[in-house]
């Protein structure tokens, strides 16, 4: 059976004090959860609700991006050996708002990948199209087009590390949701891309979250798709009840 995740990205929300106490009020609640919890908290967060969370079961820290060089004069960026020494198991790499705000290129994040998984962390690589590409539709063939091009010169045992997210940019903070069944017609699409460069064995291993409005209310449903394996959450997350029924809505 494929790993099932729930991974919050708080984004650029909360005060270290607020995070622990969003994080803390989390851990007491989630009880046996069926997956790994994910916090994907500010960079400034990421010691202090690691150590929150310390000794509670399937719980992790993941920082929302990382640099594509080891090291360097790249004032206010974060490395991924940073986000290691830190704490972090996972790391978010590619999500919509920095390939439309900070404009990184598919060829930037497959560095990023590169060097994410070098050092260790396991990255949650985010692919999907915005409302443009939905209507023309040509989703199926831009979200292959993004996997191929930051993705697919990884090796099999390198590609089994990467856990995917898939995020329909017209549904993130819009308050539109795709249905669960355009969730889980993705998703299988997505799979049957891996597996046409991987294989069946790979592709039905690996995680592929759904990223797109995903709730307190619609959870259940996305969740109880085949092919929907968990979720990225974006404003859900910060609300502990919102998110702990998120996790409990695991399959």
């Given at each position: 059976?494929?790993?099932?995740?729930v991974a919050?990205?708080?984004?650029?929300?909360?005060?270290i004090?607020?995070?622990?106490?969003?994080?803390?009020?989390?851990?007491?609640?989630?009880q046996?959860?069926?997956?790994?919890?994910?916090f994907?908290?500010?960079?400034?967060?990421l010691?202090?609700?690691?150590?929150?969370?310390?000794?509670?079961?399937?719980?992790?820290?993941?920082?929302?991006?990382?640099?594509?060089?080891a090291?360097?004069?790249?004032?206010?960026?974060?490395s991924?050996?940073?986000?290691?020494?830190?704490?972090?198991?996972?790391?978010?790499i590619?999500?919509?708002?920095?390939?439309?705000?900070?404009?990184?290129d598919?060829?930037?994040?497959?560095?990023?990948?590169?060097?994410?998984?070098?050092k260790?962390?396991?990255?949650?690589?985010?692919?999907g199209?915005?409302?443009?590409?939905?209507e023309?539709?040509?989703?199926v063939?831009y979200?292959?087009?993004?996997?191929?091009?930051?993705?697919?010169?990884?090796?099999?045992?390198?590609?089994s590390k990467?856990?995917?997210a898939?995020?329909p940019?017209?549904?993130i903070?819009?308050?539109k949701?795709a249905?669960s069944?355009q969730?889980?017609e993705?998703?299988?699409?997505?799979?049957k891309?891996?597996?046409?460069?991987?294989?069946?064995t790979?592709?039905?291993?690996?995680?592929?979250?759904?990223g797109?409005?995903?709730?307190?209310?619609?959870?259940?449903?996305?969740?109880g798709?085949?092919d929907v394996?968990?979720?990225?959450?974006?404003?859900?997350s910060l609300k502990?009840d919102?998110?702990?029924t998120?996790?409990?809505?695991l399959?």
């Open positions: 059976m494929r790993q099932q995740i919050g990205n708080w984004k650029m929300n909360t005060t004090a607020e995070g622990l106490e969003l994080a803390r009020a989390v851990a007491e609640k989630v046996n959860p069926r997956g790994a919890v994910v994907g908290t500010p960079a400034t967060h010691e202090s609700v690691g150590q929150a969370i310390k000794g509670y079961e399937h719980l992790y820290i993941a920082g929302q991006n990382c640099h594509q060089e090291k360097g004069a790249y004032t206010g960026e974060i991924a050996d940073m986000l290691v020494s830190a704490g972090a198991t996972y790391v978010i590619g999500h919509s708002e920095r390939r439309q705000y900070f404009k990184e598919n060829e930037m994040l497959a560095k990023k990948v590169d060097i994410a998984l070098q260790g962390l396991i990255p949650i690589f985010c692919c199209e915005p409302l443009e590409i939905r023309e539709d040509t989703h063939s979200v292959s087009s993004q996997l191929e091009a930051s993705l697919y010169h990884l090796t099999e045992e390198q590609f990467i856990v995917i898939y995020e940019i017209w549904a903070g819009t308050g949701t249905s069944a969730a889980q993705m998703h299988f699409e997505i799979r891309a891996l597996a046409g460069k991987y294989g069946a790979v592709a039905d291993a690996t995680p592929i979250l759904y797109g409005s995903c709730n307190a209310t619609n959870a259940a449903e996305l969740f798709q085949p394996d968990g979720g990225l959450i974006g404003g859900a502990a919102d998110f702990v998120i996790i409990n809505a399959k």
